[in-house]
């Protein structure tokens, strides 16, 4: 593994299935971030991560959910699908929170039918 | 609330310079970013000014005055692959990143 990854690339979903997507980061970043991406938004922050075992919910976390069970890994969960769920989300890390730069994942293309 | 504004598209002309514009409004500033975004691709890192004035990276350079909320990205002898979004952002009082919804800039021959 190389920097930041994401599993999967993309999945077409049917609504109110629960699905996870998988972020892993091989650089000991302290801080990790979800986002999601609508054309003609901005990147919105899900929920982040400031440090292995805390978590914090950013401007859209309603219908999301994370863990961090260790530096690594970082994945998020959709409990019951919804349309309005359909973006594409981006997983980032940093060394730590806070006026560092942000590396980003290749990105999941998510698709909630 | 918060609110990070820059033109929705540029076009420019190979070889010619550029300059995008960002003005912010944001509870605090702890610093901006600059990222370069190519279609269906992830966001990579240009830039950080966190003190006003000009920093310069090669054929790039980004700008900041905090007292106007306001930050430029410029860029030297477009090339092709030059063609992408410019995003926007600025960390707040949280040291959260409230980006702008980016720039497409269009290049031509």
């Known amino acids: 593994i190389a920097g930041i990854t994401q599993a999967p690339t993309s999945q077409i979903l049917a609504a109110g299935r629960r699905m996870t997507l998988r972020c892993t980061q091989d650089?000991?970043?302290?801080?990790m971030y979800w986002y999601r991406q609508d054309l003609g938004l901005g990147l919105r922050l899900i929920h982040y991560?400031?440090?292995?075992?805390?978590?914090g919910k950013g401007e859209v976390p309603d219908g999301y959910s994370v863990s961090r069970a260790n530096t690594d890994d970082f994945p998020l969960t959709l409990a019951s699908a919804v349309p309005s769920q359909t973006s594409v989300y981006f997983c980032?890390?940093?060394?730590?929170?806070?006026?560092?730069?942000?590396?980003f994942g290749p990105g999941t293309r998510l698709t909630v039918l | 609330g918060q609110n990070i504004d820059q033109p929705t598209e540029m076009t420019a002309t190979e070889g010619a310079i550029v300059q995008i514009n960002c003005t912010y409004q944001?509870?605090?500033?702890?610093?901006l970013f600059w990222y370069q975004q190519h279609a269906g691709e992830a966001p990579t890192f240009l830039s950080y000014?966190?003190l006003d004035g000009l920093e310069e990276k090669g054929r790039f350079s980004s700008f900041l005055s905090r007292s106007k909320g306001y930050s430029y990205l410029l860029l030297k002898e477009l090339q092709m692959k030059d063609s992408a979004s410019y995003l926007c952002a600025v960390t707040d009082s949280n040291y959260q990143l409230i980006w702008g919804a980016g720039t497409k800039l269009i290049i031509k021959p």
């Open positions: 000014n966190v």
């Open positions: 991560s400031n440090t292995a075992g805390t978590t």
């Open positions: 650089m000991r970043h302290n801080a």
């Open positions: 980032a890390s940093s060394d730590s929170a806070g006026g560092h730069e942000q590396f």
């Open positions: 944001t509870s605090g500033f702890n610093g």
